[in-house]
């Protein structure tokens, strides 16, 4: 479990709320939120890829199964866009 308490958190529309596997040493959505009231979302149109393996630790490494729910979701109509610099400015 998080050793940190946090929440309850509303995921804004267009944004995504990512978590580590790593619980208590993982700087993902729940270690910055608690910088600012908005930060701590990933904007959607800010993914490029998605998981196809776990790597570590080695004794769990895999292939990701994808559920057959997403065969729906077309793909992407041109390669991954180069991001530009964040828009809004969260302490990091």
Known sequence: PCETA?????????DLWVMG???GDSSDSRFHVSEAPDCGFVPVSDVVGKVFAVVWPLGHMKLV???SVFDKVPAP????PVLPAAAKSCPS
């Open 6 to 14: 946090f929440g309850p958190v509303t995921v804004p529309a267009g």
């Open 21 to 23: 596997d790593n619980r």
């Open 65 to 67: 199964h994808r559920p």
């Open 77 to 80: 109509a041109s390669a991954a």
